[in-house]
């Protein structure tokens, strides 16, 4: 960035910090998730509240710096982080105000899903919210956010009831149904598109105790098959998250698995515990499982797992399908021998439920009549590698939709560019999205995301 007075301007109207390159932190601040993104910002501003945010969404606008916006920095494709501009770190923003009695709750975006799963858990309540304990609230709430409860409760964005948005203005804006309603909508599955989202308010259902955990099962086509027709016919209160891998050496994996293609299926069944045990009776059914530790819990423990070993890319892709064709987990089966990278996963998801039930229109997540997720990620060390993993993902994908082009979901989307884009949002959803692009951010400064631009080609 050019200006170093204009940050020192900034630094000195600040709550939070200023990070640069001379500081102590600074090698820390500026790692992401996928730690091959191994940028040097000129500065990371650590926010403190939505006023430091606006000064810092100025200050990237009249210098024309590149700005990352980041919540838990967990984006495939590294927009979180940025080489020379700015990133504007709201991972300081983590406070949750819960209304136990309203049922809602205000997060600051920078919670993480753990930190935010954990605060609602002490009150017996929750949102869903992925899988996983360090993703950022901000980024996946406004990707839409498919989860543990996504059968039995929508998206995250379907439990979204109102946000705090500071627009590439740098104006403040609070937003719902009834205020900038377009904002509202665009919001609920557009990214980061359109300003940067400093609280979330969310819906909270009383769930609690549930039945969850994690079912190791041999990947034979069998188990794959029957794993994904289980999960369809089961109530909505399951929702399963099952990936298709080689047996890591793992300390919880039997020796004798580890390398082998498994299926580590995770669960939640939230509505009790004998009915739970019985919807999952048909899955344990389908195999021996090889490790069994679906069991009664309380619903926070489900993010309380030890996290992988650090990764540095992740090359990949996913598809929003109605179903599989016929050969698919003999197909999943062959690329999974053939895959090159250090650790390569097939990760299916069966949606429908209540994420189904809201209107096509209602939100800008474009894809609710999708019956099935199958995210493909191939994680690897070295950048020059990616051509070669993300042929075998797209090529694997393509065999999956039967040859289409498939829809996917904004979350899992890597650097795929304008077809990416194409992709999840279906062409009228997209144009909706430009209109309200041009109206809160025509000059895209907000283009480090799956980029709507403010005119649709
Ligand atoms: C290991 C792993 C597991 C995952 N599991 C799930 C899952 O179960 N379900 C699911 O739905 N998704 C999942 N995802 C995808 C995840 O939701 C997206 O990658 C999401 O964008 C990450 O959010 P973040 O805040 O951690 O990342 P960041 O890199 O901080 O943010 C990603 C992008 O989101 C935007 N953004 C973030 N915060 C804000 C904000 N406050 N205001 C405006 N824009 C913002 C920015 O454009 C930013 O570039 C997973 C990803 C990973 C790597």
């Keep these: 960035m050019q ?10 109207g600040l709550n939070g910090k200023v990070i640069g390159s001379d500081d102590p932190a600074y090698d820390d601040l500026r790692r992401v998730f996928f730690t091959g993104f191994d940028r040097r910002p000129a500065a990371i501003v650590r926010v403190a509240d939505a006023a430091d945010v606006a000064g810092v969404v100025t200050l990237a606008r009249e210098t024309g710096a590149e700005l990352a916006v980041r919540s838990g920095g967990h984006s495939r494709a590294g927009h979180g982080t940025s080489e020379g501009g700015i990133v504007l770190d709201l991972s300081g923003m983590n406070a949750v105000e819960i209304d136990a009695d309203g049922r809602t709750a205000w997060a600051q975006t920078g919670v993480t899903a753990g930190g935010y799963t954990r605060a609602t858990g002490e009150h017996g309540l929750a949102t869903g919210l992925g899988d996983t304990p360090t993703v950022g609230l901000g980024g996946i709430t406004l990707a839409g956010g498919i989860g543990f409860l996504v059968r039995r409760n929508g998206l995250a964005i379907d439990d979204l009831l109102a946000a705090e948005v500071v627009t590439a203005a740098g104006e403040l804006l609070e937003v719902d149904e009834e205020s900038h309603a377009d904002l509202f909508w665009a919001l609920r599955g557009g990214g980061g598109n359109f300003g940067v989202a400093t609280r979330l308010r969310l819906r909270l259902h009383e769930i609690d ?16 098959t029957g794993l994904v027709a289980a999960a369809d016919a089961a109530p909505e209160e399951l929702s399963m998250i099952a990936n298709i891998l080689k047996a890591p050496p793992v300390p919880f994996i039997p020796a004798e698995q580890h390398g082998k293609p498994v299926v580590i299926a995770s669960m939640v069944y939230a509505g009790g515990a004998e009915a739970g045990e019985k919807a999952i009776a048909p899955i344990r059914a389908l195999a021996t499982p090889l490790v069994d530790m679906v069991r009664p819990i309380r619903y926070p423990e489900m993010f309380a797992g030890p996290e992988g070993p650090p990764q540095a890319f992740s090359a990949g892709t996913n598809i929003l399908v109605d179903g599989l064709p016929a050969r698919a987990a003999e197909t999943i089966l062959e690329y999974l021998e053939t895959a090159t990278a250090a650790l390569a996963g097939i990760q299916v998801r069966v949606l429908g439920g209540a994420m189904a039930r809201v209107p096509g229109d209602a939100t800008a997540f474009g894809h609710r009549e999708a019956k099935l997720m199958v995210n493909i990620a191939a994680m690897h060390e070295r950048a020059e590698e990616r051509p070669e993993h993300e042929t075998w993902a797209a090529n694997l994908a393509k065999a999956l939709s039967a040859g289409t082009t498939a829809a996917a979901y904004v979350g899992f989307v890597g650097d795929e560019g304008e077809e990416g884009v ?22 895209n400064l907000f283009r480090l995301n799956l980029n709507v631009p403010p005119e649709v080609k």
Excluded: C, F, H, W
Aim: avoid cysteine.
């Design 209 to 224: 105790e549930v039945v969850g955990g994690m079912l190791l099962l041999p990947a034979s086509t069998d188990v794959i």
């Design 3 to 12: 200006s170093d007075t204009r940050l020192s301007n900034l630094r000195a």
């Design 422 to 443: 194409r992709r999840a949002y279906p062409r009228a959803t997209l144009e909706r999205l430009a209109q309200v692009k041009r109206r809160y951010d025509p000059d």
